[in-house]
């Protein structure tokens, strides 16, 4: 599984509350727009004549291209809410991407995308997930249905849909605290990038998260993948001080030969603060690691265990 840490500025900025998190995105499925397509606003009724086009290709390509006009093509959200009903499974995997630019201000859209991420289609499943959480982030919706709608999803036969739904989950943040529940029995999850996702998701829920922590520990300590023990070590950070009863693992993460992991279980005891500190010795002896970005996160993190509250 291809994942990356996030530079210590960025982990730092936690403290401060402007922490922000990204995962490298799976497959793109994305279709490309013909060449030479008119894709200004003033285009959108010829492209909304031609989602009534007899050829499926016609339609997705129209979809397409209102996906690149973009927000200027609010105009053609109600079209793009009949395309997901549409007999071809790529029309309305278009039409679902689309609606994630196109529906902004539209609680029909929302409504929509709810009902595709129960789509027989795994590919127009995944698309709905993935713009639910694009009008969600713009907060220009309301994260109740897309929330509702992706907990749903996290219970999908298709481990790439419940991957899909837990990353979409994340994205919308705190307002994800229904799915607290659901994410936790994801965290055992047998498909890797599910379960990371899922704690990358109850991280970004934050202290709501808590009821994760035991299975988040249970990662850190027996998980066979780096990312996922990286991404949990993170979710403890995140939730905070209730994490204390992970300082003994995350501990011992500070001795990983992987540098990425020692920073991220820096990263958790920074987060827990001084409940952490009996990681204080620990993370005095990373603080001497040959890797500048490794000292770094040691030090700041003895800072945060060793302040006073």
């Known amino acids: 599984m291809k994942w990356f840490f996030l530079t210590l500025l960025a982990l730092a900025l936690v403290i401060g509350g402007g922490y922000a998190w990204f995962l490298r995105e799976s497959a793109s499925l994305t279709r490309p727009v013909t060449k030479g397509a008119d894709l200004t606003k003033e285009s959108v009724p010829e492209h909304l004549k031609a989602l009534k086009d007899p050829s499926a290709d016609a339609r997705t390509k129209a979809a397409s291209a209102l996906f690149q006009v973009g927000d200027s ?5 109600p079209a793009l809410i009949d395309a997901l009903g549409d007999k071809d499974a ?26 595709a991420v129960g789509d027989a289609a795994t590919a127009v499943r995944a698309r709905a997930a993935e713009s ?9 919706a309301d994260a109740e249905k897309p929330v509702a709608a992706l907990t749903k999803a996290l219970k999908d036969a298709d481990a790439s849909v419940r991957a899909g739904a837990a990353h979409a989950l994340g994205e919308i943040g705190p307002a994800s605290r229904p799915a607290a529940g659901a994410l936790v029995v994801n965290l055992g999850d047998a498909d890797v990038l599910a379960r990371t996702y899922a704690a ?20 850190i300590s ?5 990312g996922a023990r990286f991404h949990a070590a993170g979710a403890l950070g995140l939730i905070g001080p209730e994490s204390r009863a992970a300082v003994p693992a995350l501990t011992e993460m500070l001795k990983s030969s992987n540098s990425e992991l020692k920073k991220a279980g820096a990263f958790g005891l920074m987060g827990i603060g001084p409940d952490a500190r009996s990681a204080a010795p620990a993370l005095r002896e990373m603080a001497k690691d040959e890797e500048p970005q490794v000292r770094q996160a040691a030090e ?10």
């Open 222 to 226: 027996r998980d066979a993948d780096d």
């Open 300 to 309: 700041w993190a003895l800072k945060k265990v060793e302040s006073a509250n």
């Open 132 to 140: 639910l959480v694009e009008l969600a982030k713009l907060a220009r």
């Open 200 to 219: 990358f998701a109850l991280g970004r829920i934050g202290p709501e998260g808590r009821a994760g922590i035991p299975a988040l520990i249970e990662i």
């Open 90 to 115: 790529g029309v309305r995997e278009a039409a679902a991407k689309a609606l994630g630019r196109c529906g902004v201000s539209s609680p029909e859209a929302v409504e929509a995308l709810a009902g």
């Open 73 to 77: 093509a609010q105009e053609a959200t």
